[in-house]
């Protein structure tokens, strides 16, 4: 039988997406409130994250067939409700965030640290039930300690968007001290955490953003540049602020929209690194400008545990931050969609039950 913090009600509230369309279909509904088998632990969710992806599994992803009816939501915060048979190092009552990923935990991928490169990787929310519900089950590796004094909105903000920047920058692009380094959608989670990290790590940090409100916003994260794209060009403003030279970095999540200018604004020996393709996943790459400049095009998708418990104590220790734009309730899960939609968000949102 599994430990438990006390009785606990036999239903919740999740908020579910039945079938694929705009946000209107977002429902809350009343399921059975799961139960931990062995190597499980169910959490008691106090808050959960907002991220593209959810919007993606609203409105499906081509070539992809999702599990319908789904709880989406990869990110939370919250209590040990109560802990599976065989479980060891978490007990019910503990404070902990969700590590969104999951893995067989076997392969050589998996305990090298590059769980994302595990044939069975998966994410909660996309290919199993996920967060925005009162209750989740998960595996007892992806409950990690919360840090005293980081409150559980901003325990359900970070490790997502947090988790992607890091291993784009850090592991994957080979980030050094004193590069230029130009951050795409700098008011989005995963850009507003980049602009931290990359000066956490020394860089000078170029970004863009809509509109002079996310300007000063992205400017008061650390930004050193800011452009503004819906009033300039970012290629142009990248070579006139680097003296024509280009990025040694660029953190592209969004795709089609600005992939080829993307490229232009590499400097020489620069590296790509993207995660993600909002506008759209066909893109026309120029090879003449890869080969010839010793451009570099670098994957990256989620990371290791491991980077995320180093971000959490970074966290804890003020040295970054977690943007939250706002704080809303379950049942205004489709406003959230929408809020993104419109590009209407700096950092994430954040759903409490």
């Not at 919360?146 to 325990?155: C, S, Y």
């Not at 359900?156 to 795409?184: K, S």
């Not at 592209?252 to 790509?272: D, I, P």
Request: net charge positive; glycine share 12%.
């Amino acid at each position: 039988m599994p430990e438990r913090t006390g009785p606990l009600p036999e239903t919740m509230r999740a908020v579910v997406v039945p079938r694929h369309g705009g946000p209107e279909v977002l429902e809350v509904a009343t399921r059975p409130r799961p139960d931990p088998g062995p190597g499980e632990v169910l959490l008691q969710v106090q808050a959960a994250g907002v991220n593209h992806l959810d919007t993606f599994v609203r409105r499906g992803m081509p070539g992809v067939t999702l599990p319908l009816p789904m709880i989406p939501g990869s990110d939370a915060a919250g209590v040990i409700a109560a802990t599976g048979p065989g479980v060891v190092g978490i007990k019910p009552g503990d404070r902990v965030f969700v590590s969104p990923g999951y893995s067989c935990e076997r392969c050589r991928a998996c305990l090298s640290g590059n769980e994302p490169l595990c044939r069975f990787y998966g994410l909660q929310g996309e290919h199993r039930d996920g967060t925005q519900a009162e209750y989740v089950v998960l595996r007892a590796s992806q409950a990690l300690a919360l840090p005293d004094g980081i409150p559980f909105e901003a325990g359900a903000a970070f490790p997502l968007v947090f988790l992607t920047a890091w291993h784009m920058l850090v592991a994957r692009a080979g980030l050094r001290p004193g590069e230029d380094v130009l951050v795409h959608a700098g008011g989005s989670g995963v850009g507003s955490a980049a602009i931290q990290i990359a000066k956490l790590h020394g860089a000078r940090v170029l970004t863009t953003v809509g509109g002079p409100e996310k300007a000063a916003k992205a400017r008061a994260l650390g930004a050193d540049e800011v452009i503004d794209h819906r009033a300039s060009d970012f290629l142009a403003e990248t070579r006139r602020l680097t003296g024509k030279r280009g990025a040694d970095i660029v953190v592209e999540s969004v795709g089609q929209e600005t992939w080829e200018r993307s490229l232009l604004a590499l400097a020489r020996g620069g590296r790509l690194v993207t995660c993600g393709a909002t506008t759209g996943y066909e893109a026309k790459t120029d090879l003449r400008h890869l080969f010839f400049k010793g451009l570099s095009l670098l994957g990256s998708t989620m990371g290791s545990r491991a980077e995320l418990l180093q971000i959490a104590d970074l966290v804890a220790a003020g040295r970054v931050h977690p943007v939250v734009d706002r704080v809303l309730r379950f049942d205004q899960a489709a406003e959230a969609h929408r809020l993104i939609a419109a590009r209407a968000v700096f950092g994430k949102i954040v759903l409490t039950p």
